[in-house]
């Protein structure tokens, strides 16, 4: 590690949305920052928010991200904002237009997997992913499952061999 540079902080992660993998496909993903007001940070510190209902879309060139629940901070008083409130994303005007590029197929959206923090600031990893149907759902749940029961096979094997 070189002199005088303050060690690498490890990542913490606030919330993830779990219903993201299961309901899409994802196709590839971004970190983006997000623009956050003071109370809203002091509460996602104490894993006060939630994703799980989130997605982002681009409005007029810029990002936001829909729907994160922010429970108001404790001590905020009147300086605490709306929960739900959009917010903003903070990504290069490249990577916006890139997105929008894979956004304009059908089916497409974007959806924010986790909420974490990455050398003090708070960023959000958000996913281009085509939602699933409920038939490519079931489809993969039995997947998983003859999987599951083809590696259950195996080891009983190996145990008696």
């Not at 009147?78 to 089916?107: M, T």
Request: hydrophobic share 35%; aromatic share 4%.
């Amino acid at each position: 590690m070189a002199h005088g540079q303050p060690a690498p902080k490890a990542t913490v992660t606030f919330a993830t949305n779990h219903k993201a993998r299961r309901d899409y496909d994802i196709l590839e993903t971004a970190e983006a920052g997000v623009e956050l007001k003071g109370t809203e940070v002091k509460s996602i510190r104490q894993h006060r928010v939630t994703v799980d209902d989130s997605f982002a879309r681009i409005d007029e060139g810029e990002l936001f991200l829909y729907n994160m629940h922010v429970s108001p901070y404790a001590q905020g008083g009147r300086a605490n904002v709306d929960p739900i409130r959009p917010r903003k994303l903070l990504l290069h005007r490249r990577e916006i237009e890139r997105l929008q590029g894979l956004l304009s197929q059908k089916r497409v959206t974007l959806v924010p997997l986790r909420l974490y923090q990455a050398h003090g600031l708070v960023k959000v990893e958000l996913a281009v992913g085509r939602g699933r149907r409920q038939f490519e759902k079931r489809d993969r749940i039995r997947e998983r499952e003859s999987q599951r029961e083809l590696d259950r096979t195996l080891r009983l094997r190996q145990k008696r061999g």
